[in-house]
Each structure stands twice: as C-alpha cells, then as structure tokens.
C-alpha cells in the first residue's frame, strides 16, 4: 500500500504541470467569462458574487499547498545536484554539502567568509 505523502506528491506532480498549462489559463478565463455573462440573468446580486469569490478563494488556498510541495521537490532537487557537483569539484569545499540545513546563524557566517573570499580574490 502506497503512502499518502507518495499520493500527495504524484497529484501535486500532476496539478502542478497541468495548472500551469495554456489550456488551464483557457479554462480559467472560460469559467470567468462564463460567471461574468451570467451576472444580468442574477441582477448582479451578492449571490451571484459570492459564488466567484467563494470558488476563487477555495482554488487559491489548495494552489498554496501544490505550490509550495513542488518548490520543495524542486529546491530538493536543486541541492542534490549542487551537492553533487560539490563532491565532483577538487577545489570546493566539502563543508558546504547540505549547507542549507544548517542554523541560519551559521549560514551568515558562511556567506560572510565566501564574500571576503572573493573580494580578496584577484579580478573581483
């Protein structure tokens, strides 16, 4: 049996290439269009309004979640790779691997180290 985070991470897989398609937009601005011709046929009453911003608000809260589950796969991804290239590089420092787990304070003092490094380095 298949875990629901796997479940989780192939629908936002899924929405995320889809919703991000031309043809999502269509269907989108199809459906607004739609809302927006049927506005004389409700006398444009606040039921006729709630019924839009009611939709747009449901679709934007669960969007959040999809987003933000393929920014982490991908900013996952992304340091897999930088970590990877890290190892493969002689010159490169092998304390910087899965830096970005580190504490923020111990971050900023490695920033800090890398740009007096490369102010001190010659063309910079």
């Not at 269907?27 to 607004?32: D, F, Q, R």
């Not at 991908?74 to 490169?92: S, V």
């Amino acid at each position: 049996m298949k875990s629901v985070s796997h479940w989780f991470g192939q629908f936002a897989k899924w929405s995320a290439h889809y919703s991000g398609h031309p043809v999502a937009f269509g269907l989108a601005a199809l459906l607004i269009l739609g809302w927006l011709v049927t506005g004389p046929m409700f006398n444009f009453d606040n039921t006729w309004q709630m019924v839009i911003n009611t939709a747009t608000t449901i679709v934007t809260f669960l969007m959040v979640f999809l987003i933000q589950n393929a920014q982490n796969r991908d900013t996952g991804a992304m340091q897999a790779k930088l970590d990877e290239l890290i190892l493969a590089t002689k010159e490169a420092q092998n304390e910087f691997i899965a830096v970005e787990k580190r504490p923020d304070e111990e971050l900023e003092k490695l920033r800090t180290e890398i740009t007096k490094a490369a102010q001190s380095t010659p063309g910079h």
